[in-house]
């Protein structure tokens, strides 16, 4: 699986959007981006994932570069409760592989 | 979304004992399930990968004597520390495989 590099922390006021950033420049052919989140003390939770084309769901939105060598994650209007490390994770999970978990990023929403 | 739940949450045993830790894909099936460890401060470990009616697969590293794995049915999968020692404690998070991989609230260990 490839590796991803995350920064390690990240600020964002309440309100406003939070944009994840992560490289992937050894990402093959048919590895899918994914991103997951876990708030202290919890399991993670799952929250979007994409091949190539930039994708949107409830809980966030994913943007993956053409050369597919980066993504960002964007969460639009950030509240106290989104508060988490992020990971990024590049996998071939649905042909069967693992998730293997980085460091992530340490979002903290302030007020 | 999918349920996968993790018992007990939080588990203190004595050095010397074993302690089995049990997760459930409550409304689903999950042929494979993962067990993770996590140490404070770090990012999540894969210990191994369980898969229903065979033998789970160890990642490198992982003593698959000590951490013993059984996935006897599709909606069940137990891990048992055996031996547990100090070095041992630390959070223990199991998740299960749909379209996309569900997560346990996770299960603390604290071995004294």
């Known amino acids: 699986d490839a590796k991803t590099t995350q920064p390690p922390s990240m600020d964002c006021a309440e309100g406003r959007a939070a944009n994840l950033p992560c490289n992937h420049s050894?990402?093959?052919?048919?590895?899918?981006v994914y991103w997951y989140r876990q708030i202290h003390s919890q399991g993670p939770q799952y929250i979007i994932h994409g091949l190539k084309n930039n994708e949107t769901n409830e809980m966030a939105s994913l943007i993956i570069t053409e050369d597919r060598k980066s993504s960002t994650l964007i969460l639009p209007h950030a509240t106290l409760r989104d508060t988490a490390v992020y990971y990024c994770?590049?996998?071939?999970?649905?042909?069967?592989?693992?998730?293997?978990f980085g460091q992530g990023t340490e979002l903290s929403v302030k007020p | 979304g999918a349920v996968v739940s993790q018992h007990p949450s939080w588990v203190i045993c004595k050095s010397g004992t074993s302690v089995k830790i049990e997760c459930r894909s409550l409304d689903f099936q999950a042929t494979t399930m993962f067990w993770y460890r996590q140490f404070p401060k770090q990012s999540l470990m894969l210990m191994a990968t369980s898969n229903e009616g065979s033998k789970a697969t160890y990642e490198q590293g992982v003593e698959k004597d000590k951490f013993l794995i059984n996935h006897a049915s599709l909606t069940l999968s137990t891990l048992t520390v055996t031996s547990a020692h100090p070095e041992d404690s630390s959070f223990y998070i199991c998740?299960?495989?749909?379209?996309?991989?569900?997560f346990g609230p996770g299960t603390r260990l604290t071995v004294t």
């Open positions: 050894t990402i093959s052919g048919n590895e899918y």
């Open positions: 998740s299960a495989r749909k379209e996309e991989q569900y």
């Open positions: 994770i590049v996998s071939q999970y649905n042909q069967g592989g693992k998730l293997i």
